[in-house]
């Protein structure tokens, strides 16, 4: 039985998040049994785009802080690292550092900001054939990675937490060539599956104090949760999460087949606090709305078929200011900017959501 543990922590007062953070690793053996005699640490939160942390799409600096700081005490030499979306360089990156406030996590945990921009190729043996993913210097170099999440929802995924988080593992605009390749989300999410077992984070931490529900991971709203969830293992950690927002683990598509693979057990030992769902549950992405909606009483086989008929399209709203960002992450090349504002051709669109995830200004809805 996978064990995961519940820290109720109503805010992002330091204190009380290293406090709470301390509860969790040391409930797991803490930093000796954790690091197994690695000196090497990877913190790898989640640094989406360069928003800030109230913004709620992003790890909190005070949690990325309080896991970093908990191995620098130990001995280890730390660094906070993270592929946002977009492309990866030092200018993209420094631009992400500030706004996210991981310079302040870097200060208060004595831990470095990762400023090695290279990446190298692992391949490794799936039940799906081979997968080559090209990770960022920080993971392939770490001798042990931390996971460290937001509690989100998610547009394409249903959810977003310690699993999906691995996929920034993969450096810069080398993203968008998955979602290309493996439009269809159940195909996706294998991957998904493949590349968390690649890198093998030995340690998760979601930082769901404030989550996003609706059209996360980006485009939601904040939603106070009052939590941190800690597991050794990260598709516990994600049902537990899941089963905390109050919604429904079997609509995910990589929960479906962490499952299938036996990579997580369907009961849980809860330790720590109280884990009863919240009273108020997230509020899924409207992609999943429509989804339970519109295919709810179909058999599920026949429901997976079809459901993407009812998946919606971006939209571009007149808030686009015609950045191009949009554009230049989008794998099915549907987007182009003209006269200032990004236009979409429908039949290119493969529906990854990767424009909407962008958007720093919410520009685009879902309809
Ligand atoms: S939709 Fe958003 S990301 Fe795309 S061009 Fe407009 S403002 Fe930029
Ligand atoms: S338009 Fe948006 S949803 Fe469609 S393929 Fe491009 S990035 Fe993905």
Same mark, same amino acid.
């Given at each position: 039985?996978?064990?995961? *543990?519940?820290?109720?922590? !109503?805010?992002?007062?330091?204190?009380?998040? !290293?406090?709470?953070?301390?509860?969790?690793?040391?409930?797991?053996?803490?930093?000796?049994?954790?690091?197994?005699?690695?000196? =090497?640490?990877?913190?790898?939160?989640? #640094?989406?785009?360069?928003?800030?942390?109230?913004?709620?799409?992003?790890?909190?600096?005070?949690?990325?802080? %309080?896991?970093?700081?908990?191995?620098?005490?130990?001995?280890?030499?730390?660094?906070?690292?993270?592929?946002?979306? +977009?492309?990866?360089?030092?200018?993209?990156?420094?631009?992400?550092?500030?706004?996210?406030?991981?310079?302040?996590?870097?200060? &208060?945990?004595?831990?470095? #900001?990762?400023?090695?921009?290279?990446?190298?190729?692992?391949?490794? !043996?799936?039940?799906?054939?081979?997968?080559? *993913?090209?990770?960022?210097?920080?993971?392939?170099? %770490?001798?042990?990675?931390?996971?460290?999440?937001?509690?989100?929802?998610?547009?394409?995924?249903?959810?977003?937490?310690?699993?999906?988080?691995? *996929?920034?593992?993969?450096?810069? #605009?080398?993203?968008?060539?998955?979602?290309?390749?493996?439009?269809?989300?159940?195909?996706?999410? !294998?991957?998904?599956?493949? &590349?968390?077992?690649?890198? %093998?984070?030995? *340690?998760?931490?979601?930082?769901?104090?404030?989550?996003?529900?609706?059209? +996360?991971?980006?485009?939601?709203?904040?939603?106070?949760? +009052?939590?941190?969830? +800690?597991?050794?293992?990260?598709?516990?950690?994600?049902?537990? %999460?899941?089963?905390?927002?109050? #919604?429904?683990?079997?609509?995910?598509?990589?929960?479906?087949?962490?499952?299938?693979?036996? &990579?997580?057990?369907?009961?849980?030992?809860?330790?720590?606090?109280?884990?009863?769902?919240?009273?108020?549950?997230?509020?899924?992405?409207?992609?999943?709305?429509?989804?339970?909606?519109?295919?709810? =009483?179909?058999?599920?086989?026949?429901?997976?078929?079809?459901?993407?008929?009812?998946?919606?399209?971006?939209?571009?709203?007149? =808030?686009?200011?015609?950045?191009?960002? @949009?554009?230049?992450?989008?794998?099915?090349?549907?987007?182009?900017?003209?006269?200032?504002?990004?236009?979409?051709?429908?039949?290119?669109?493969?529906?990854?959501?990767?424009?909407?995830? &962008? @958007?720093?200004?919410?520009?685009?809805?879902?309809?």
């Amino acid at each position: 039985m996978d064990k995961v *543990f519940l820290a109720r922590c !109503e805010d992002y007062d330091y204190d009380r998040v !290293e406090q709470n953070v301390r509860r969790i690793f040391d409930s797991f053996g803490g930093a000796e049994a954790i690091l197994r005699g690695g000196k =090497r640490v990877t913190v790898k939160v989640n #640094l989406l785009l360069p928003k800030k942390p109230e913004d709620a799409a992003t790890t909190h600096p005070a949690v990325a802080a %309080a896991v970093a700081k908990y191995f620098v005490a130990a001995g280890a030499e730390v660094t906070i690292a993270d592929s946002p979306g +977009g492309p990866y360089n030092t200018l993209s990156i420094n631009k992400v550092y500030d706004a996210c406030g991981m310079r302040e996590a870097a200060r &208060l945990s004595g831990a470095m #900001l990762n400023a090695d921009m290279g990446s190298q190729v692992k391949t490794v !043996e799936t039940e799906s054939g081979k997968r080559a *993913f090209d990770l960022i210097n920080p993971v392939v170099n %770490a001798d042990v990675v931390i996971s460290v999440a937001k509690m989100k929802t998610h547009s394409l995924a249903y959810f977003t937490g310690a699993v999906k988080n691995m *996929f920034g593992t993969i450096a810069g #605009l080398n993203k968008a060539v998955y979602h290309a390749n493996l439009p269809k989300v159940e195909d996706f999410s !294998e991957m998904i599956v493949d &590349l968390c077992r690649a890198t %093998a984070p030995a *340690f998760s931490i979601i930082d769901g104090i404030v989550g996003m529900e609706g059209d +996360g991971p980006s485009g939601g709203k904040p939603k106070h949760g +009052g939590v941190i969830i +800690g597991s050794d293992n990260p598709f516990a950690a994600d049902v537990a %999460a899941m089963r905390f927002c109050g #919604l429904d683990e079997n609509n995910s598509p990589i929960h479906r087949r962490a499952e299938s693979l036996g &990579l997580v057990s369907a009961e849980q030992e809860h330790i720590g606090d109280d884990a009863a769902p919240l009273a108020d549950p997230f509020i899924p992405a409207m992609q999943d709305k429509v989804m339970w909606k519109a295919v709810a =009483r179909i058999p599920k086989p026949v429901s997976r078929i079809v459901g993407k008929h009812f998946r919606p399209y971006p939209v571009i709203t007149d =808030r686009c200011v015609g950045c191009g960002i @949009c554009a230049e992450a989008c794998p099915g090349k549907a987007l182009e900017v003209i006269n200032k504002k990004a236009v979409l051709t429908k039949k290119k669109c493969i529906k990854c959501y990767c424009c909407h995830e &962008l @958007c720093r200004i919410k520009a685009i809805d879902m309809r």
